[in-house]
């Protein structure tokens, strides 16, 4: 690879990695904004905002998918930037106005704004040789786990200086600036890479055939129900914790500071236990230990996040918290990876699409499900979590007794 396709991959990153910084900064705010303008008692107002973000995602990724092939990804990526800038400052003046329309609007275009990440991945496999795929890939990942860490970190600095009680526009200020500035500096340093006369690929929200072969193949619908219920699990997880941290009926009553404080905390769990522990062991231990090990350590974190909501004890949550972060860090590779290698190689490709549209449904669901429950009782959301944990748990033994490897791959699960 030259040095201009190396200097590429950083670009990239550095791009990808600003606009999630604002991701994050925006994402445990949402629901707490949202509860504070005139809203149904039951949450399904908070549950349909929070859950649009990922219905606009599935719907949008696809046709931004087609656009990059026809006009190139670089145009496409910067559409993406320039739609979070307006979108996350549409954030900032619904907290100023106090407007859960403005939220929606704002929600709903990051959501499309931000399905060009699929775009930034065609554009790692534009620049990339196959043997060195992986590791190109595993930038964007970086990039998330990054900007979920330092995202909430940055939105608690710019509520230092905001009144208690008030609604502060400075975290959308601020997250609109971070995607302006990737923006600019995709423009200056951001190549095309897609190669003159490229045929456009084509693109669906879901592969109706890839899904019927999945389904066809030993253990792996199965292990795409296991995907599906840990994502909905988790969706159900991340988007009630807000609430309950802020939300009387969580218990904690705490400051946007302080929920922003505790994102932080789990995004960093989260890319220490993914990006560390997970990759080291991944050579050692067999997927079926790993996603076993995750689904029970998940099945613990919801029960301890269940003892821990309405303010019964910080540390407890804390630790809950670490628990339920860590065990959704080992099962969703883990299953990937069991999915990729029972697989034909020659359709793969079609079948982990289909597991990227599984889990984009699970994050639109989850909200629906978790923050209704939330308005009923603080544990529910969690309690509901532990019945999902249980159910993968028991797919997941179901599952890697009733099937193996594709008959071509050199490795065996063990």
């Not at 990724?61 to 996350?88: C, E, H, K």
């Not at 909905?232 to 609430?243: G, K, P």
């Amino acid at each position: 690879m030259s040095e201009p396709r190396r200097g590429s991959l950083f670009v990239i990153f550095l791009t990808v990695f600003i606009d999630l910084l604002g991701f994050g900064m925006v994402l445990p705010l949402l629901p707490n904004y949202a509860a504070t303008f005139d809203v149904d008692a039951g949450g399904v107002a908070i549950g349909l905002l929070m859950s649009s973000f990922s219905a606009m995602q599935f719907l949008c990724a696809p046709l931004w998918g087609r656009l990059s092939d026809r006009i190139g990804r670089r145009p496409v990526l910067m559409i993406g930037l320039a739609g979070s800038a307006v979108f996350y400052t549409v954030f900032a003046i619904a907290a100023v106005q106090k407007s859960l329309m403005l939220l929606f609007v704002s929600r709903v275009g990051a959501g499309a704004a931000g399905a060009t990440i699929s775009t930034a991945q065609a554009y790692i496999a534009d620049v990339t040789p196959l043997a060195g795929r992986a590791k190109g890939m595993a930038l964007i990942g970086a990039a998330f786990g990054m900007g979920f860490t330092f995202g909430p970190l940055l939105g608690a600095l710019a509520l230092i200086s905001a009144a208690e009680g008030q609604l502060s526009p400075w975290p959308g200020y601020l997250a609109a600036g971070l995607s302006a500035s990737a923006l600019l500096i995709a423009y200056v340093r951001l190549p095309e890479s897609l190669p003159p006369g490229s045929q456009p690929r084509r693109k669906v929200m879901i592969d109706w055939s890839s899904l019927r072969e999945a389904l066809r193949t030993p253990s792996i619908g199965v292990l795409l129900g296991i995907l599906f219920i840990s994502v909905l699990a988790f969706a159900n997880f991340e988007t009630t914790i807000a609430l309950l941290l802020k939300q009387p009926a969580g218990g904690f009553e705490f400051t946007d500071i302080h929920v922003l404080l505790v994102f932080t905390y789990i995004g960093f769990v989260l890319s220490v236990v993914q990006g560390g522990i997970v990759r080291r062991l991944a050579d050692r231990v067999s997927e079926r230990v790993l996603s076993t090990f995750g689904a029970s350590v998940a099945l613990l974190g919801f029960v301890l996040m269940s003892f821990s909501a309405n303010g019964a004890s910080f540390a407890m949550l804390m630790v809950a918290l670490g628990v339920e972060v860590t065990g959704f860090a080992f099962i969703t590779p883990s299953i990937n990876a069991l999915i990729s290698r029972r697989t034909d190689p020659a359709k793969q490709g079609g079948i982990l699409g289909i597991g990227q549209s599984i889990g984009s449904l699970s994050r639109i669901i989850g909200p629906l499900i978790g923050i209704p429950l939330f308005y009923r009782a603080a544990a529910y959301p969690y309690w509901a979590g532990s019945l999902l944990m249980l159910g993968a748990l028991t797919l997941i033994l179901v599952a890697v007794g009733s099937g193996g490897d594709f008959p071509s791959s050199e490795t065996t699960d063990v």
